[in-house]
Every structure is written in C-alpha cells, then in structure tokens.
C-alpha cells in the first residue's frame, strides 16, 4: 500500500462553483497510484467541497440561487466582522462538505458521467483557497 500527500491552491472567481475535476485527477497521474482513495480535505470555514453536476451551468445556478435563498447576506448575523457575507459563507460551508472521499479505479477518479469535484466559493471576492488531497492505494 502506498500513500501520496499534494497541496492544492485554487483560485476562485467569488462566489460559485469552480471545477477542479482536472487538477485532482493530475495529482492522481503523478502518483501512479492506481487503485484505492482519494481524500479531498478544504482548508477553509467559508468554502466548501462538492460533487456535482459538470454539464449543465444552470444547474450551478439553481445551487447558487438555493443557498442565497437559505443563507442570505445579511447585517442582522452577530458574525459580521469581515462583512456581510461573512456568517452567511459559514453557514453554507456547514450546510455542505469540507472533506469528499472518492475511489480510485484504474488510475482515475472513480466519478460518474457527469460528476465532476467543485470547489464551492462562498464569499463574494476571489480568494485563494487552499487544499489537501491524500491518497492512499496500490
């Protein structure tokens, strides 16, 4: 059984989904670990991991309009010291993932057709937003 450990640094847009299907499944290449886990853990309180649709941009939209509907910005949070989309970026991040566990098949992402791993930005600047993959196999 081998292990592997990368960083990843993604640059997000603000808010909204960023595919990062592509730079996970590099890091899978490199490590020539064919079969077993990959462990995606995010670093942040305020962004988040998902697995998700990777054709459709509407349903991206329909994710997004979602958690503003249920965390909306707001000045009325007790949290607000970096802003209003602050708490409401919190809460997203607690209502979703920070850690996604995906098998490994034949050197590649075990991923259905049209899943894809997104990084889920919630605050509205861009920010630099920072990741751990583990994998760990044969």
Not at 33 to 49: D, V, W
Not at 61 to 72: G, S, T
Not at 92 to 103: D, E, G, K, N
Request: net charge negative.
């Amino acid at each position: 059984m081998r292990q592997a450990s990368y960083s990843l640094k993604i640059r997000t847009q603000g808010k909204g989904l960023t595919d990062i299907t592509e730079n996970v499944e590099a890091q899978v290449r490199d490590s020539g670990i064919a079969n077993g886990l990959a462990t995606l853990f995010c670093r942040h309180t305020s962004a988040s991991l998902l697995i998700q649709e990777n054709a459709s941009p509407a349903a991206h939209r329909d994710i997004a309009a979602f958690f503003e509907r249920i965390a909306p910005e707001s000045t009325a949070y007790e949290h607000d010291e970096e802003g209003s989309d602050d708490m409401p970026a919190h809460l997203r991040t607690a209502l979703t993932q920070t850690q996604l566990t995906i098998p490994l098949v034949d050197g590649r992402l075990a991923l259905g057709r049209w899943q894809g791993v997104f990084l889920f930005e919630h605050r509205r600047a861009p920010h630099e937003r920072h990741m751990v993959l583990h994998l760990l196999g044969d």
